[in-house]
């Protein structure tokens, strides 16, 4: 019992209860929690806030508040730290920062309140807010009366906050600035996904689909996947997938925050004229050794954090495919899907393929030296490759021959990056990365014996210095210099008879930046407004991109935002034939040359309005986007402009919606995607038609629960099929060529999918946890027809269908240690 001299003491239940309905609040807690509790009632004057504070100094209990109005009540654990996070500079409560230690880890409320339960007191808590430098504090500096206030100093290089938490699910959060960022250490769970595929995982936004369903073909609002910039710790990469596209290259143990940027990006970035999609690995040094092995139906990897000293630590992943000793039914579905109509699949008809053998491997390296309080050195480094062979096999002048196939994908990288915090108000950041991009293939023709070797491949240094200065709290002004040289090289070359081709394009680019950015004290105001001037030497070309971003709270609940941008790009993906690179991957790079192969330039527009209370989130965006300088080659035209070549453009408006309710342990939304997307070629017949990428509906449905060890997911895909050309039903051939509609004129049938997932965590043993899943992908096991395309057989027309991906289970098997 809790004693005080006053007549006025009153049971803590029945304080409970006045403040209940004084607040519109409910306390959940057990009998014996507050039991023989007294105390003096808290001045009615207090605010909610305030009169937690009271409630909490006068009992030492602690009063968490959840979601829709609950608050729970405890009693205090030696081994249960908790407090309200704020920022340094206006004492504002932050939300959805990341606060972990050992093996938990939550996040904290609308109020910056967390409470976290520790293995031990000699455990160090680490907290992590966008825009904010992390804090790091001891378990045994924590006050175990109160729940005491931290603050937060805001990174000098970020007045990024966030201003709508999870978006779609737990981890997934919307920043002031039009960011969208994923935060694995705090994921829930989605619809299908076991691990935590960064590409896959992008997808659950709405205006982000893949027409393919690959990660190596993500359309972000109607542009192609060679128009997106994707960044693994600021280092460009060329190759997306492994599996020729099916998973995410990057190894999710690594990889721990996602930002995803569909308009507005910052100034600091080029190239990615329909979006960006920045990866990122922790920023922390480690204090203590941790890792993590695991397998499911596709790979075995690994993944440790290795402390040097305390001012330093090295983290590494690796990941291997297992086919070479277990063909799974995951790896049986992948492996039909990307061979689909090639010659992997069906050779000609006197031509026998065998011993068809896929392999992956992925190594990443990341280390960190915190030299001192003011310098920061990062090292990282990714090497990647996946490899498809088989042997064609024939009789040849009475005697079998066999001669070998394959196909390879490979790219490595390296980024050094030095960060000098000069004072409490400038800091630099030096930042040089090299990625070299090779894909290459072997196609042996057996009857002939002949030899076709087909190679592209990109190399690219990058050099950049960002200059951060803090004018005051409000304003900040950033500037920066860039230099990129990116080299491109495509390579055929047949041994019978002798033919080779080389092409190689080198492309220098200048860029100088500056931006400025601006937060209202009270965080209800953001806005930033900068500029980047590109220098392009080779063809004496200087290319301005304004930028800016607003965003304003109003109502207490709403939010509107504004966003614009104008962004170029000197890299496309090109189609020669379908039957290059074995049909597997097809896709090469090439550089523009300002001529038949434009520079591509694209400006873009956008508004919307979002609602968020109670559990619920709505939100709504319209946009407007014209992006000029395509060409048909990187469209993937498989029409009667398969061949073509020439210089056009596109424009795309449509509008994002999301909803979204958290009910308890419950969270379920909806999306939809409207997307009205037109080509415009003026050297074509039809100089105005669909593109092919014009995805005009597209809606999600998820469901998900989740508790401390248990998380299950459901979710359904629906979307209009992509436009189609097919020939004339009665004359499909005339003089041995596909009679066509017009182009984009029809519609494959729509696409439907439904996913499930679950995921169980557990203790192994008093030092290891294990996470153990299970998923399906299109568990209605439904034929979907995703591309169609038509070739002359015998005179007549051959219509080719490619399917999606059917059922296919995984399964997964993790251990943490």
Known sequence: MISQDNNNLRPLVLVLEVVQMRYDYQFNYTEDTIKGIYLIPPPQELSFSETLNYLRSKTGLIFKVLNDNFVSVQRPNDLMVCGYLKSKDNQTALTAATVSSGKNSTITDENGFFELMLLNQNETVSIRHLGYRTLLKSAKSFDKTKCEDLLMEAELQSLAEVVISDYIVSGINKVNNGTYEIDFSNFDILPGLIETDVLQSVQAFPGIQSENETVSNINIRGGTHDQNLILWDDIKMYQSGHFFGLISMFNPQITQKVSLLKNGTDVTYTDGISGTIAM????????????????????????????????????????????????????????????????????????????????????????????????????????VADELVFDENAIVNSSEESRRSKISQNSIAAGFQYKRTWDDRWQTIFDVHETDYKLQAFNANVLDSQRFL?????????????????INKRFQLLGGHQFVETKVSNLDDVDRPRYRLLISEVVRTYAAYSQVNFAAVNRQTNFSFGGRINYIDKFKKTIIEPRFSFNQKFLNYFTFEVLGEFKHQLTSQIINFQSDFLGIEKRRWQLSNDQDIPI??????????????????????????????????????????????????????????????????????????????????????????????????????????????????????????????????????????????????????????????????????????????????????????????????????????????????????????
């Open 600 to 817: 591509i330039e694209s400006k873009q527009i956008s508004t919307g309005i979002s609602y968020n209370h109670y559990g619920w989130l709505l939100s709504a965006e319209g946009y407007y986007k014209t992006v000029d300088g395509i060409t048909t080659q990187s469209q993937g035209f498989q029409n009667q402009y398969e061949f073509v070549k020439t210089a056009g453009s596109y424009d795309v408006k449509g509008v994002d919606f999301l909803v979204r309710k958290r009910l308890g342990n419950f969270n379920a939304w909806l999306s939809y995607a409207f997307m009205d997307n037109t080509y415009h070629f003026n050297a074509l017949p039809e100089t105005d038609f669909a593109s092919n990428y014009d995805i005009q509906h597209y809606i999600t449905l998820g469901l998900t629960y989740s508790t401390n060890h248990f998380k299950i997911a459901s979710g359904v895909n629906w979307h209009t099929g992509k436009p189609a050309t097919h020939p004339f039903e009665n004359n499909t051939v005339v003089d041995g060529e596909i009679n066509y509609q017009p182009a984009n004129s029809s519609r494959l049938d729509d696409y439907l999918r439904l996913n499930v997932s679950a995921l169980y965590d557990c203790n192994v043993s008093k030092k290891m946890k294990g996470t153990f899943g299970v998923s399906v992908w299109n568990v209605l096991n439904d034929k979907n027809v995703i591309n169609t395309t038509y070739r002359v057989n015998d005179g007549n027309s051959q219509r080719i269908d490619q399917n999606s991906l059917g059922l296919t289970p995984n399964f997964v098997a993790r251990l943490f240690f």
């Open 280 to 383: 990122k690995t922790d920023d922390d040094v480690n204090q203590t050794f941790k890792g993590s092995v695991g397998v499911n139906f596709i790979d075995a990897n690994a993944f440790v954090d290795i402390p040097i000293g305390k001012k330093s630590s090295i983290q590494i992943a690796a990941r291997k495919a297992i086919s070479d000793f277990w063909e799974t039914p995951t790896y049986k579905e992948f492996f039909e899907r990307i061979s689909q109509n090639t010659e992997v699949e069906t050779n000609q008809s006197n031509i026998v393929n065998s011993d068809k053998t896929f392999d992956f491997y992925d190594t990443s390296l990341r280390w960190l030296y915190k030299i001192s309080e003011k310098d920061e050195i990062r090292l990282n480094f990714i090497n």
């Open 454 to 470: 087909q190679e592209n491949s990109v190399s690219e240094t990058s050099v950049k210095l960002n200059t951060y200065f803090r």
